[in-house]
T-cell receptor, first 111, second 116 residues
Framework: GDSVTQMEGPVTLSEEAFLTINCTYT??????LFWYVQYPGEGLQLLLK?????DKGSNKGFEATYRKETTSFHLEKGSVQVSDSAVYFC??????????FGAGTRLTVKP | GAVVSQHPSRVICKSGTSVKIECRSL??????MFWYRQFPKKSLMLMAT?????????EQGVEKDKFLINHASLTLSTLTVTSAHPEDSSFYIC????????????FGQGTRLTVV
């Protein structure tokens, strides 16, 4: 079935460092792909999404490109801030099937 | 890792009836749990934040009288869809974070509700 495999954490970076969180998926067709972020004590928030191959989602300096050839949707940010410390979830939806989440990656950014 | 059990995984009910969905943290206590709803082909929507021993906090636009949330213990939160209608058909998912920690959230398996 459809699934998402996400880079395990935790990830600890210094402020202004480059961030990559890997996400690969398995799906029978062409799912929509999402990155969600959860800040401490809060619910999930949609960070960005892409609905077809080669689409690039971007928001708040984060980017992810839908790569069909590698079935990947890696999250990147060029310069992280302390305020980016959170847990990040990769997810997919295919047709009307239920959303599948990755396990989540905790990011801690130190000043 | 920590496990969150959501039950039932699928339910079909008739219009006008009520359905209860349970979210249990099996091996940890969770002061706070979250309930989400996924619309077809769209991303997840946070419905409410469930706090143990107090009233849930609902997101704007979510009818609190329709979606009743009870967080009676540190390991159980329930979502009751009252007087269900076909437009309530959706995928509902809960998540929980261990109390007094700053660890990641753990998700239930989700519940597919179909109202006929």
């Amino acid at each position: 079935g459809d699934s998402v495999t996400q880079m395990e954490g935790p990830v600890t970076l210094s402020e202004e460092a480059f961030l990559t969180i890997n996400c690969t998926y398995t799906a029978t067709g062409y799912p929509s792909l999402f990155w969600y972020v959860q800040y401490p004590g809060e619910g999930l928030q949609l960070l960005l999404k892409a609905t077809k191959a080669d689409d690039k989602g971007s928001n708040k300096g984060f980017e992810a490109t839908y790569r069909k050839e590698t079935t990947s949707f890696h999250l990147e940010k060029g310069s992280v801030q302390v305020s980016d410390s959170a847990v990040y979830f990769c997810a997919l939806v295919y047709n009307n099937n239920d959303m599948r989440f990755g396990a989540g990656t905790r990011l801690t950014v130190k000043p | 890792g920590a496990v969150v059990s959501q039950h039932p995984s699928r339910v079909i009910c008739k219009s006008g009836t009520s359905v209860k969905i349970e979210c249990r943290s099996l091996d940890f206590q969770a002061t706070t749990m979250f309930w989400y709803r996924q619309f077809p082909k769209k991303s997840l929507m946070l419905m409410a934040t469930s706090n143990e021993g107090s009233k849930a906090t609902y997101e704007q636009g979510v009818e609190k009288d329709k979606f009743l949330i009870n967080h009676a213990s540190l390991t159980l939160s329930t979502l009751t869809v009252t007087s269900a209608h076909p437009e309530d058909s959706s995928f509902y998912i809960c998540s929980a974070t261990p109390s007094f920690t700053n660890t990641e959230a753990f998700f239930g398996q989700g519940t597919r509700l179909t109202v006929v």
